[in-house]
């Protein structure tokens, strides 16, 4: 058999000092594609254009495509859910993430400039949600129900959650009981190199200047990512447990699988179900 076989990292990124080397990392290039790709899904332009006088923002007025909010799944110290609350000022923002150390490090962030985020929320939920019989029971383990979080959203968003979950349904799962029917869903992460010599040759790309701490949680986040292959069958696994489970198993059909750049592989498409 070729190829590299996956090897799982522990789930939660709750060692203080591996969320703290990870919250004081510099992550601003990829950080920002990810955050001028979900705009450009959403068919906004980048950077958001301001009205004359108004230092706040454009309001993107009723009806707009994020009335109902964006959800980041496995937000960490909030890298991805600050830029987003950033560019869209109008749109309410929830960063989950299942570790309290990476919460806690978000909300430091958050009180710092107290007031200034009016629209953003974080939380501390492990997936998987749970689910019961009807959308209005689906629950997290800590039992916050998801319009206690405030959802359904409009946009479900996850940048470097796949690769951490042992099993990665959960992720496709949390996407399907979080979004509102016509959500725009965008979820980036790494792929799994076609070999442990790319591995290698990637770290020694990409952070061979980093900590060391960030160099092996990179060497191992590459080798628990998934191919583009994998993803392709997680989503059809998705389908087929959607339709057992009496929704619209056709939800995945329309998602763009793709690889992009040296190391990453984007999900994304509009929730139909
Ligand atoms: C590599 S970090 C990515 C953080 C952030 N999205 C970013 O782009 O910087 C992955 C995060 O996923 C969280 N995570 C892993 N498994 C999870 C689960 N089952 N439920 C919720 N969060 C989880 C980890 O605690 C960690 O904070």
């Known amino acids: 058999m070729g190829g590299m076989e996956r090897s799982v990292e522990p789930e939660l990124m709750d060692d203080p000092l591996q969320a703290r080397a990870y919250a004081a ?151 399907g009981q979080l979004a509102a029917p016509g959500a725009t869903v965008y979820i980036k992460d790494l792929r799994r190199p076609a070999s442990a010599a790319e591995a290698d040759a990637l770290t020694e790309r990409y952070a061979a200047g980093a900590p060391a701490v960030l160099r092996r949680d990179f060497r191992a986040s590459l080798a628990a990512a998934f191919t583009a292959a994998e993803v392709q069958a997680q989503l059809a696994q998705a389908s087929k447990l959607g339709k057992a489970a009496g929704s619209m198993g056709a939800a995945w059909s329309g998602f763009t699988v793709a690889e992009v750049d040296d190391r990453y592989l984007e999900i994304h498409g509009r929730w139909l179900g």
């Open 25 to 175: 990392a510099d992550f601003d290039r990829s950080d920002q594609a990810f955050t001028e790709r979900f705009l450009a899904l959403l068919g906004l332009p980048f950077p958001r254009p301001r009205p004359v006088g108004d230092g706040g923002g454009e309001a993107l007025g009723p009806g707009s495509p994020l009335d109902d909010g964006i959800v980041d799944l496995g937000c960490g110290p909030g890298n991805i859910s600050f830029r987003l609350a950033r560019a869209l000022p109008q749109a309410k923002v929830l960063g989950l993430d299942g570790a309290a150390t990476m919460v806690a490090l978000a909300q430091e962030r958050r009180q710092r400039h107290l007031g200034e985020w009016p629209q953003l929320r974080f939380e501390q939920v492990r997936l998987p949600l749970t689910l019961t019989t009807t959308r209005k029971e689906v629950t997290s383990p800590g039992g916050a129900p998801v319009e206690a979080l405030g959802g359904p959203f409009a946009a479900v968003v996850s940048n470097s959650l796949l690769h951490h979950l042992h099993d990665p349904l959960v992720l496709w799962q949390a996407v």
